[in-house]
């Protein structure tokens, strides 16, 4: 695996981490694929928080 699928990699994984570490704390049942699966390119650009606030975390 290239350096660059090896970064993707990690970065799904830490995403994985933070959304699992904020359902605990926050007692939500987000689950990462269905998170990011209409706003891919948003996640990618910018991460898991910005597609959660704006797209699934109420106001």
Same mark, same amino acid.
């Given at each position: ?11 799904? *994984?830490? @995403? +994985? $981490?933070?959304?699992? #570490?904020?359902?605990? %704390?926050?007692?939500?049942?987000? !689950?990462? *694929?269905? @998170? +990011? $699966?209409?706003?891919? #390119?948003?996640?990618? %650009?910018?991460?898991?928080?910005? !597609?959660?606030?704006? @797209?699934?975390?109420?106001?």
């Amino acid at each position: 695996m290239d350096k660059f699928m090896r970064s993707i990699v990690s970065y799904r *994984d830490i @995403s +994985i $981490r933070f959304l699992d #570490d904020y359902n605990r %704390k926050k007692k939500t049942d987000f !689950v990462f *694929d269905e @998170s +990011i $699966r209409d706003n891919l #390119d948003d996640y990618v %650009k910018s991460g898991i928080m910005t !597609v959660l606030v704006t @797209s699934h975390i109420p106001k």
